[in-house]
Each structure stands twice: as C-alpha cells, then as structure tokens.
C-alpha cells in the first residue's frame, strides 16, 4: 500500500461545503457510465448529513480529500457514502475509509456491513468483493452489498 499521505477526523458542519465538492469530484468522473442518472451523493445536503449521522472526512495539506457517511440500522451498520477525490484515488484512502468504518461498526458490536452502489460503476463492485464484501441483491441500477464482522 503506498505511503499514508491523509489524515481521518470526525466532520464538522463548517466541512460540509468541501465535502460537497469532493464528492461531486468523486462522483463526476462516473458521469459517462451513470448516462445522467444522479446518485444520492450528488444530490445530499450535506450539513443536514453531518448534523444527523456519523461522518467523516480524509484531509492532505490541508484540503479535504474523502468522505464517508455512516448509517447506523437495528441490525446493521450501513455506509452511506463513501468517496474518495480522483486525485487521490489508488493511494489506499478508500481502503481506509473503510477500515474506518468496520472499526466504527465493531464498536457498536454491529456483527455486519452494507451497502449500495450503482451497477455501472462496476470497478467499485470489484474493489468491494477484493476487501470480502459479497453481492446480495441488484435490481436495474443498483447492487447491495454487505460484509460480516465476526
């Protein structure tokens, strides 16, 4: 994995504004695959996000670079979201990010992990089922994913 070059901290809502821009960053480089279809990502209010679930940030000099909403559930631990800055993508922040979140879950003894991701967006599909995520459901846009815990 290369060199940590991020740091993780707790959101605030005086970050909701570059959260903002970093998942339309995120998101927008999946624009030609999505064929126009707008992901709940694009469209968040994310002050209301920050204000009413566990989220997140990823920083590197000072500029936020990835983001992750949790959704805590009676039987499970959801990811919200989850997104990295294209320019920092393939330097490990998804992988921890995620490894954020299963510590998150493990701490409030959730026994497993889900989440929801666009069927075109097929090089995330594999990158989940890398890190021991498995399909357990798809409809025509989306696939649900969850990963046990223990």
């Known amino acids: 994995m290369p ?3 991020w740091t993780l901290r707790k959101a605030t809502v005086d970050d909701a504004e570059a959260l903002t821009k970093c998942m339309h960053a995120a998101y927008g480089i999946y624009a030609l695959q999505l064929k126009g279809v707008f992901l709940p990502p694009m469209t968040a209010n994310y002050e209301d996000e920050i204000r009413d679930f566990p989220v997140w940030i990823a920083e590197a000099n000072d500029r936020l670079v990835g983001g992750l909403v949790l959704m805590p559930e009676e039987d499970c ?27 998150e879950a493990g701490k409030q003894d959730y026994h497993e992990m889900r989440l929801t991701t666009h069927v075109a967006l097929t090089e995330n599909v594999l990158f989940y089922t890398r890190l021991g995520w498995s399909e357990i459901d798809r409809d025509e846009t989306r696939i649900y994913m969850r990963k046990s815990l223990k």
Do not use: D, T, Y
């Not at 959801?78 to 294209?86: L, Y």
């Not at 490990?92 to 979140?101: D, F, P, T, V, Y």
């Open 3 to 5: 060199e940590k070059s």
């Open 77 to 103: 631990m959801s990811i919200a979201n989850i997104a990295v800055h294209p320019e920092f993508q393939g330097k490990g922040l998804g992988r921890g990010l995620l490894a954020l979140a299963e510590a």
